[in-house]
């Protein structure tokens, strides 16, 4: 088996303060893709190149403090590419992909990290860019490799995919445009929203995110932005799937999904 984890790490820096090394060795993921890693690569070197025995690959935002992805892995990638060709984003460290290719495969195993537009129109804005841009990039790569994103996508597709849906229908991250975006990119360009699939009627126990205002973590009002998009392919190896809430590393909570395959 070949176990993926996704976390929003909300700084690395916070989250192996936290206890997320002792958690990842205990865990023993194969790749864990991190998303705001909030570090460049001073910071990292000699501290958080590895954690738990995975070697850690990384695409760094240019400003301090802000953003960031990464990959860790207990597989030796042949190709480690840091953005993907669009500078507004790719200057913020939102996607790191590594490329696992033998002769007879060509699979990639992404870290995105989607902008948020929470904080008002202009970063709404961007948010759309993002999106835009980002669609016919997965097409392009999906007409080419198998692939599984792994990432904070910052958007809620469905009612059960957040726990106050009505009240949230004018808020970024469930604006009818985002959720249609996604919509799009399961039903026309064929990826597979992997939870899902294993899930598909989960409503509270499907949260990873919940806001550090009030009780929404203590009373599990909670949202849905953690993902696993896979090609068809590697989707229909999905065999079980997990949220880890025992330890609060980060205001979002690990994703994880066994799949039947190895590198």
Same mark, same amino acid.
């Given at each position: 088996m070949f176990k993926l984890t996704s976390l *929003?790490? #909300? $700084? &690395?820096?916070? !989250?192996t303060s936290k206890g997320l090394e002792p958690w990842l060795a205990a865990h023993r993921p194969d790749c864990i893709c991190v998303q705001e890693v909030k570090a460049q690569a001073p910071d990292v070197s000699g501290r958080f190149e590895e954690l738990a025995g995975l070697k850690g690959h990384f695409h760094y935002a240019q400003k301090k403090g802000y953003s960031g992805t990464g990959v860790y892995t207990r597989h030796e990638p042949s190709e480690v590419i840091a953005g993907y060709g669009a500078t507004e984003f790719d200057d913020e460290g939102r996607f790191t992909e590594l490329r696992f290719d033998t002769p007879t495969r060509k699979l990639s195993i992404l870290s995105v990290y989607f902008p948020s537009g929470s904080s008002g129109p202009e970063r709404q804005e961007a948010k759309y860019r /993002?999106? %835009? $841009? /980002?669609y016919p990039h997965l097409q392009a790569l999906k007409a080419g490799r198998e692939f599984i994103l792994c990432g904070d996508v910052n958007i809620a597709h469905q009612q059960k995919d957040l726990k106050n849906w009505r009240s949230n229908q004018k808020n970024s991250g469930f604006l009818p445009e985002e959720r249609a975006w996604m919509t799009q990119l399961l039903d026309e360009a064929g990826l597979v929203d992997v939870y899902r699939r294993l899930q598909p009627d989960a409503t509270d126990a499907?949260? @990873?995110?919940?806001s550090n205002r $009030?009780? %929404?973590? !203590? *009373? #599990?009002? $909670?949202?849905?932005l953690d993902y696993h998009l896979a090609t068809p392919t590697l989707a229909a190896l !999905?065999?079980?799937?997990? &949220?880890?809430?025992?330890v609060k590393f980060?205001?979002? !909570?690990?994703? @994880? &999904?066994?799949y039947d395959f190895d590198l």
């Open positions: *929003n790490l #909300n $700084g &690395i820096r916070s !989250a /993002f999106l %835009a $841009g /980002f499907c949260y @990873t995110w919940w $009030g009780q %929404a973590y !203590a *009373n #599990n009002v $909670g949202w849905r !999905a065999r079980s799937e997990s &949220i880890y809430k025992d980060s205001d979002h !909570a690990p994703l @994880t &999904i066994d």
